[in-house]
């Protein structure tokens, strides 16, 4: 260890680093930011950046996965808030379609980690997905519980459906491909059609 590294010894070094990414990552990018760099940005050496993360591709990983906690928190908030069932689930997408076009709109660099991820197939990405199929699931047993939607067995495959289809809404990729079709529905009229057909018998 390097006298030269005054992070070494606190506990929030891990938490410093991925701050520092963050901010490299957003400004540079994440092709053009190296270990080196960050190494410098934080007056530490690239073998202690290396004592916390293996590589940049793990920093990144870690940057993703913490931003994707908060939007997890969000959904979390959603659905214990009032409100219908249906209302909530409109909510939910409305929301994740607007968070995601406001941070590439205020940080276009953020999408170079988002090709990474699908490209990389991280597990945070995966794992991701699944906790928004369980907020829908519960938003969907919720509406049949209280006589929204007509009572059914396959709730999960559902809700895996529900989240699919608003898969334009969220994923980052298709909000940017699509934005040019002039037939394209917006957050509100597709959530609504999606309500109406959960409410079919």
């Not at 406001?102 to 988002?114: L, T």
């Not at 006589?147 to 334009?168: H, I, K, L, N």
Request: aromatic share 8%; glycine share 2%.
């Amino acid at each position: 260890m390097s006298p030269a590294d005054p992070l070494d010894d606190r506990p929030d070094t891990r938490t410093r680093i991925l701050d520092a990414a963050d901010r490299l990552f957003r400004h540079y990018g994440y092709a053009k930011t190296t270990v080196a760099d960050l190494a410098r940005e934080l007056g530490m050496s690239p073998a202690n950046v290396y004592r916390f993360f293996a590589s940049k591709l793990e920093i990144v990983e870690a940057i993703a996965a913490r931003m994707l906690d908060q939007r997890h928190a969000h959904n979390l908030a959603i659905l214990a808030s009032s409100g219908t069932a249906a209302e909530r689930l409109v909510r939910f997408f409305v929301d994740a379609h607007r968070m995601n076009v406001e941070a590439f709109a205020s940080d276009p660099k953020a999408y170079e980690i988002v090709e990474v991820a699908m490209a990389e197939q991280w597990k945070t990405i995966s794992d991701h997905l699944v906790m928004m199929t369980d907020v829908v699931e519960n938003l969907i047993r919720e509406g049949m519980a209280a006589g929204e939607f007509p009572r059914r067995d396959d709730v999960r495959r559902m809700a895996a459906c529900t989240r699919q289809a608003f898969a334009s809404l969220f994923h980052p990729t298709l909000i940017l491909q699509c934005s040019d079709d002039p037939e394209r529905a917006g957050p509100e009229e597709l959530a609504e059609f999606v309500i109406r057909a959960l409410r079919c018998p």
